[in-house]
């Protein structure tokens, strides 16, 4: 992996559940298994996102990802988890593949499915994200104030202190930045995103406005989550990725996020 613009990219294990399973990494590639009591700056850290079929952000209430009952509720509705390691301090950009989420909504009969972001935070606690609507079909319209589509980036914030994760919480990047022929898509808590058509990503033929076979076009029909760290570490040194986004603003960390789609794709296995 190569360094984009001015971010370096870390996106070192990927690994999606499949059907009725749980997650399957284990130990420091586990996101519900804390290895070290607080982080310094430049560690790895486990980052997990799971995937909700048929359940819009209000369906999801507490439920807690490395729960048993959270995990059997996932699994049972066809849910999945794509796993992460990240850099502390690196911007990274988090994705599963095209493929992975259309058979995760095939499998379901899902029209609609949302995201959270998890980790534990060393104390063996997890630490959850609010959720987000990510994939809306043209049938759940009049429940979601006509949004449809494929949420193509989210940014999400890796709160710590004094090394040990105490929120993960989403940036709301206000559809700012959109690609032309993408919507702007109501995620959940007044926030938007941008989003490819249902139009778009599912054409086939050669009238198509995007080639899916095309990795930079693909990127814009399913997620891509720019995860960012804020707060500080265990020796009480300041996280800045943040603070560079709000700096550089979403315009930049779009574009340095379509990059990484490119070269930095990693491997998903079931």
Not at 120 to 133: D, E, F, V, W
């Amino acid at each position: 992996m190569r360094a984009m613009s001015r971010f370096a990219l870390f996106l070192c294990v990927a690994v999606l559940a499949s059907h009725g399973r749980g997650t399957v990494a284990v130990g420091e590639y586990d996101p519900c298994y804390s290895v070290k009591p607080a982080v310094a700056k430049g560690d790895l850290v486990t980052l997990g996102i799971a995937y909700y079929p048929n359940v819009d952000v209000s369906g999801w209430g507490d439920l807690n990802p490395c729960g048993y009952n959270g995990r059997l509720n996932l699994t049972s509705a066809g849910g999945a988890s794509a796993v992460y390691r990240a850099k502390v301090d690196d911007m990274s950009f988090m994705r599963s593949t095209l493929a992975d989420e259309d058979a995760i909504m095939q499998a379901s009969g899902a029209s609609l499915m949302t995201v959270v972001a998890y980790a534990t935070n060393g104390a063996g606690q997890t630490i959850r994200s609010y959720p987000r609507r990510v994939r809306a079909s043209t049938s759940t319209a009049s429940l979601l104030s006509s949004s449809t589509g494929r949420v193509n980036a989210l940014t999400l914030i890796a709160r710590f202190d004094e090394g040990r994760l105490q929120y993960l919480q989403w940036h709301d990047g206000a559809c700012r930045g959109c690609a032309a022929g993408d919507s702007c898509f109501a995620v959940g808590d007044d926030h938007g995103a941008c989003a490819g058509t249902e139009g778009n990503c599912a054409c086939v033929g050669t009238d198509c406005v995007l080639d899916l076979a095309n990795a930079a076009d693909a990127l814009r029909c399913h997620l891509t989550v720019a995860t960012a760290f804020s707060g500080n570490d265990v020796n009480k040194v300041p996280l800045t990725t943040f603070s560079q986004i709000e700096r550089l603003g979403l315009y930049s960390v779009s574009g340095s996020a379509k990059g990484a789609g490119v070269t930095a794709t990693s491997a998903v296995s079931g």
